[in-house]
């Protein structure tokens, strides 16, 4: 499998979920080597250059207020259910080089996930945002309080606070060398037993609330 190459936001989101889809079957098929312990490096070091890329699109593409495709998200989610196995395969691996890569990506501690509109979305004025416990792998970041989403974002902000603990992780993008402004993002998904706390507010830069 050669380097998978996403198209830019405005082409086709078709084209972006092929590419999706052929980086999931590599995850896959990695994760198939590794269990028969036929897994070879450069089939590692393509997985990981691929991975990578994908998150990078992720991070670039993927935009505070907006909603994503259907048929998008629904590509997303399966990336990061085969990512999220694959990282697991990798921590109870018996090859340095993985238990390596799964110890820096895997995260588990408190992250935070902020819920508004775009600033030129005509339901700025709306009501604040609901939390959706949904299952859907999103972004959080490790960060309380960051201008970087609120410049982003208008009206009555929601910010959810979340412990990931136990026997699940979190994807710690930092661990890629990717993330948005001082955002230190974290891949995860909104399930109901993790959350802690959920505020409402205009601005959560500076501010006194303790979380």
């Known amino acids: 499998m050669n380097q998978v190459v996403f198209p830019n936001w405005s082409d086709d989101v078709d084209r972006v979920v092929v590419e999706l889809i052929r980086v999931r079957n590599q995850i896959d098929s990695t994760v198939r080597a590794i269990k028969r312990k036929s897994v070879m490096l450069e ?59 799964a110890d820096k990506v895997l995260y588990q501690g408190t992250v935070y996930r902020y819920l508004g509109y775009s600033s030129n979305s005509r339901l700025s004025k709306a009501a604040p945002k609901n939390v959706e416990y949904d299952g859907i792998f999103v972004s959080w970041s490790k960060n309380a309080s960051i201008s970087y989403i609120e410049n982003k974002l208008c009206g009555t902000l929601t910010r959810i606070t979340c412990n990931i603990s136990g026997d699940k992780y979190g994807i710690d993008l930092t661990a890629f060398g ?33 979380v």
């Open 43 to 101: 089939q590692l070091s393509e997985l990981e250059l691929n991975i990578r890329t994908t998150l990078s699109w992720w991070t670039g593409n993927t935009y505070i207020g907006v909603e994503k495709d259907i048929k998008l998200k629904k590509a997303f989610q399966r990336f990061y259910i085969s990512l999220y196995d694959f990282l697991l395969v990798c921590r109870d691996s018996d090859i340095d080089i993985l238990r390596c890569f």
């Open 178 to 210: 990717l993330s948005r402004g001082d955002e230190s993002e974290v891949v995860f998904p909104t399930l109901k037993e993790y959350v802690t706390n959920v505020e409402y507010a205009e601005s959560f830069v500076n501010s006194e609330s303790e």
